[in-house]
């Protein structure tokens, strides 16, 4: 049975890529025991869509709004365009702030923000460095809307953990972040945890291929027992989380993933870090 205490931390509980309603997503949920689901905004539309979410689920799920950086990184579906400018920002910013001033019971931090260098590295140049100008403007933005809040971020950091790091030690004030889908390497994560910052835990722990992450984890937090509880990992700053719909654990890879799923996660990660 999942431990006590154990929430997803990271899930897209908006998106439509899922075959079944919310209420039957919550309930599976709430029978492997979680205790609330953390909904994660990407856009401003879905950042205006949590207050129902929340209230037809008795709060059992909060959520974080905000701009992910992806929305600046050429892609036919969601790309915002390079050619944005402090204006635009500036209307974004206050977008957000009249979305958490208006729903402050429901909201509980900040993102999906941060950078990312993955999707980029295969684009020219010129584009490259615009869309990263642009990703380090967009995160600036978040940090600050967390500072005056003091609510938490969640930072998607692909490809970029260290340049993400970095804005958080220059910018950070009143707020901290879980660094979500960790996929770096020992000295980045040990950085991340140091500075008060947290690591989110997700399926990709359990692929076959992850090996040096498991390893990254393993050097981290050394061996634990079988029945450790999530309590545990969350005083050391590592956190679980699905990203749902994406990244279904080992087993279901493809399929579309659930926040119930989170409970495998765990399992998997106790029984890799027990097992040293
Ligand atoms: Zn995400």
Redesign the pocket.
Known sequence: MPKNGLYDS?C?LIFREYPIPTEEIVQQARFSKLTTLLN?STDLKTSEQVQNLSVENDGFIKSFIGVDPQEVIPNPEHFMGLDLTSKDFKQIKQSLKDILDKQKDTIIGIG?TGMDFYWIKELDSETQAKSKFLQEKLFILHIEIANDNVLPLTI?SRGAESECLDLMLNNAINTRGIF??FTGNYQQAKNIIESGNGLGVNGIFTFKNAQNLREVYRKLVGKVSKDTDPEYFYKKGIFFET?SPFLAPEGKRGEINYPANVADIYKAFVNFLSNN
């Open positions: 990271h897209h994660v999906e998607h979500h889908s990203d």
